[in-house]
């Protein structure tokens, strides 16, 4: 049971990257203007969407290296030098006006993120994570909970950043996860 289920975690990983590839390649085709222009989503741009995505990520990935320590499994593929989001950073920061800083940082997470959950102990999506949230809330459920959270959670965004595309006129083609079977 454990290997399947740690391994439907790398499956999700591969997807995330796939799809990553997929939209900053559709994005190439606007302008930096059009990438950053209002569009009414809840981040705004799809500049801005993409950027909450690395915040959001960055504050998981923390999250997780932290509950792999906690239990004696520390993950080398977390490395502060990936998970170096600033001091105070929010959920709605703008980490990278930079469209290329902003695109290689979402290369290197997406990385770190296949090499964790590759190299991650099977009984890991068991281990208890104990954190607080950006407001402060403490949380104490299974590590896979959170997973699916995390995974989800840029299904979501990618979604809207695939609208946003739509509305500028760039299709990015099939976002179907099975597709990539």
């Known amino acids: 049971m454990s290997a399947a289920f740690s391994d439907n975690y790398r499956f999700l990983a591969k997807y995330n990257r796939w799809m990553n590839q997929r939209l900053y390649a559709a994005c190439e085709s606007l302008s930096d203007e059009e990438r950053k222009r209002d569009r009414g989503a809840f981040f705004g741009s799809l500049h801005h969407t993409l950027n909450h995505l690395v915040v959001a990520d960055q504050i998981w990935l923390r ?3 932290q ?3 906690d239990h004696g499994a520390p993950l080398a593929s977390l490395s502060e030098s990936v998970l170096d989001l600033p001091p105070g950073s929010q959920l709605g920061t703008v980490l990278f006006d ?3 800083a902003l695109r290689a940082k979402r290369e290197q997470l997406d990385v770190a993120m296949e090499a964790w959950v590759a190299d991650m102990p099977e009984a890991y999506p068991q281990f208890t994570m104990t ?3 950006t407001k402060g809330v403490a949380r104490v459920h299974p590590a896979w909970q959170a997973m699916t959270h995390f995974f989800n959670h840029q299904t979501h965004h990618r979604g809207q950043a695939t609208t946003l595309l739509m509305q ?3 299709d990015v083609g099939v976002t179907d ?3 990539l079977v």
């Open 63 to 65: 999250r997780f290296a």
């Open 67 to 69: 509950c792999g320590l």
């Open 98 to 100: 930079d469209w290329s």
């Open 131 to 133: 954190y607080s949230n």
């Open 168 to 170: 500028a006129g760039v």
């Open 177 to 179: 996860l099975i597709a």
